[in-house]
């Protein structure tokens, strides 16, 4: 129940986010909470922003205009350390983005050490254990050319967490998977989503929004247009543009 | 056919052991090697330095002032003739510098500077971006992905065209006679015309030069095959 102690906490605040690419308008007004323990599930056809609206919560793409709060701080404020909010934020990829110079274990490590949070010993403690929990301790000597994309994808999640994040975002992170190797991928998500962390994750696995989430979003157009309970979502979709996907999709 | 070997080998002592030529073929070549060796450190400290001002970027995504001065070098240096180049540096911008090779090491330097920089920089530009955000993500800054994440796998990009780029500026330092220096070639052109004789001074400059890039390239063979190891583990 330790987890949903915090349970009304606004962890993210976005307030009428916009994104201009050139002439692309891909986020056209957007505003949400994140509040702390849930898990928001992003759907929504490609194109709709919604990867855009997830790599925008931790500046990796900038803003055009609107607000992004974290943790109570203004982060699209210009003077902000985004470098240090990024400690805070954890973010997995669709294509892994292993540092392929580096075994798997300076990858897990080479964040917290040299951003001197942790001691190499400490940091690499926590890796073997963290590495222990997705099933891949025997893998810390090895380099991402030798692992399955589900493995690296485990590897990923392990070296967000090794941040300690107050947040997980997922940018599709099983779109890029052979359909085997998506289960094992999930599994290590929704073992995190019990264990209380916030998470934000985009992706195309209806199954697991239902599943897991606490709410689920349909963006498109660059807006979110509709936002339900998975139970209602699904079973009960008020707008046409999202009945028309699910149609499609489930 | 006795009277042919008797010819040619009259023709070898008169290029390379009376006198003691042998020994003006070794000084050139000493002089060629300086030149080069100390021409490329310099080369590629300038060519890292050029490539990461030009690749710099301002918050909003443009181009800083930085970027623009290392465009402009670039555009410079490679828009020019390297002959030039040395005749510039040595009888306008140093004018008072009577040390020819330091001076031929800085010019050979800046010129090969500009190749350097496009080299690295298509190197760098060629680690995927992914890399770049995983390590921003994760609150690294700018600086420290570029150094443990982008600039070691840039490395192994690079090492090919750059072993290229070695050997261009081997063979470009011959024309460092321009500026009075006595390099390999100029020593061969020099006993030519002593000795009235071009072949055997001037294959006899062909050869070294052929056989001390033979040697480089098969240094650079094995360093490269040493990197790629380490991506196949």
Known sequence: MENWRG?????????????????????????????????IVIVGPSGSGKSTFLRCLNLLETPSSGEIWFDGQLITDPKVDIDKVRTHMGMVFQNFNLFNNLSIMDNIILAPTKLKLMGKEEAKEKALTLLARVGLKEKADAFPSQLSGGQKQRIAIVRSLAMNPRVMLFDEPTSALDPEMVGEVLDVMKELAESGMTMVVVTHEMGFAREVGTKVLFMDEGIIMEENTPKEFFNNPQCQRLQDFLSKVL | MQAWFEKVGKMFEMAFISGDRWKLYLDGLGVTLQIAFFAAILGMVIGTVVA??????????????????????????????????????????????????????????????????????????????????????????????????????AVK???????????????????????????????ANQISSRTYEAFMPLIGAAVI????????????????????????R
């Open chain 2, 157 to 187: 990009n690079v090492l090919p065209p750059i072993g290229n780029e070695f050997i261009v500026l081997l063979k470009e330092t011959a024309i460092a006679g321009y500026v009075s220096l006595t390099d390999l070639t100029r020593a």
């Open chain 1, 7 to 39: 349970g009304c906490v606004r962890v993210i605040i976005v307030k009428d986010l916009h994104k201009k690419f050139e002439d692309n308008h891909v986020l056209r007004g957007v505003d949400y909470h994140v509040h702390q323990g849930e898990k």
């Open chain 2, 52 to 153: 990461l001002m030009k690749l710099s970027t301002r918050k909003n995504g443009k181009k800083t002032v930085w970027s623009y001065l290392a465009g402009a070098y670039i555009d410079i240096i490679r828009g020019t003739p390297s002959v030039l180049q040395l005749l510039i540096m040595w009888f306008i911008i140093l004018k008072s510098c009577k040390n020819g090779i330091l001076v031929a090491v800085l010019s050979f330097g800046i010129n090969s500077g500009a190749y350097v920089a496009e080299i690295v920089r298509a190197g760098i530009l060629a680690v995927d971006k992914g890399q770049t955000e995983a390590g921003r993500s994760l609150g690294l800054s700018k600086a420290k992905t570029m150094i443990y994440i982008v600039i070691p796998q």
């Open chain 2, 209 to 232: 030069y052929f056989v001390i890039i033979k040697i480089l390239t098969i240094l650079l063979g094995k360093l490269e095959r040493r990197l790629r190891k380490s991506d196949n």
